[in-house]
Nanobody, 120 residues
Framework: QVQLVESGGGLVQAGGSLRLSCAAS????????MGWFRQAPGKEREFVAA???????YYSDSLKGRFTISRDNAKNTVYLQMNSLKPEDTAVYYC??????????????WGQGTQVTVSS
């Protein structure tokens, strides 16, 4: 089992930045690719970014350039730096552990989510 706990969400004005963290415990962290997803009210969960254990990254085309995923294997933590935030970025953000993929079904473990609200 892998336990994932997100933190760092909150309320921010449009144009601002937030950094989300996801702390992992349990099985070896480096065995898994890590992903960030988000889900806005009334919408399906959508892919944001993924990172392999050695650092290669993959982004949603619509978010590339504003969001940056990174990981610190020594701290068993993955991060999502979000810049130039827009009201449409408002969602619950989830981290997940699994395969290096934009597909939610490819991830075995999920955190509980952290709310990000961007005001206009």
């Amino acid at each position: 089992q892998v336990q994932l706990v997100e933190s760092g969400g909150g309320l921010v004005q449009a144009g601002g930045s937030l950094r989300l963290s996801c702390a992992a415990s349990g099985r070896t962290f480096t065995r898994y690719a890590m992903g960030w997803f988000r889900q806005a009210p009334g919408k399906e969960r959508e892919f944001v970014a993924a990172i392999r254990w050695f650092g290669s990254t993959y982004y949603s085309d619509s978010l590339k350039g504003r969001f940056t995923i990174s990981r610190d294997n020594a701290k068993n933590t993955v991060y999502l730096q979000m810049n130039s935030l827009k009201p449409e970025d408002t969602a619950v953000y989830y981290c997940a552990a699994g395969s290096y993929s934009p597909v939610t079904a490819e991830y075995n473990y999920w955190g509980q989510g952290t709310q990000v609200t961007v005001s206009s």
